[in-house]
Nanobody, 116 residues
């Protein structure tokens, strides 16, 4: 399974972005959980948001309200909508698809840089 992320870039604070993660080799809708993580320079990777196959979403309390995860079945992809971007949102964003411990895949990451 290959995950290909896109949509990152340089944006001004207050702007919005939609990140996309397209799956090749598997139907993303069959994954038990799909997630977005991010890793800022010098920090550990952290969960941004996830959604289960049954539609249950989860996100860090600090990210509720500005981050929205969704699946795009037609494109075999998952999306992350980010609103009201802040400089502290600057990070590499990674998508993850989980079927089992043996079938757990990561994308290569897409850089998001927010200028103040």
């Amino acid at each position: 399974v290959q995950l290909v992320e896109s949509g990152g870039g340089l944006v001004q604070a207050g702007g919005s972005l939609t990140l996309s993660c397209a799956a090749v080799g598997a139907r993303i809708g069959s994954a038990a959980v799909v997630s977005w993580y991010r890793q800022a320079p010098g920090k550990q990777r952290e969960l941004v948001a996830s959604v289960t196959q049954g539609g249950r979403t989860n996100s860090a309390d600090s990210m509720k309200g500005r981050f929205a995860i969704s699946r795009d079945a037609a494109q075999n992809a998952m999306l992350l909508q980010i609103d009201s971007l802040k400089p502290e949102d600057t990070a590499v964003y990674y998508c993850n698809t989980f079927w089992s411990d043996e079938h757990n895949f990561w994308g290569q990451g897409t850089q998001v840089t927010v200028s103040s």
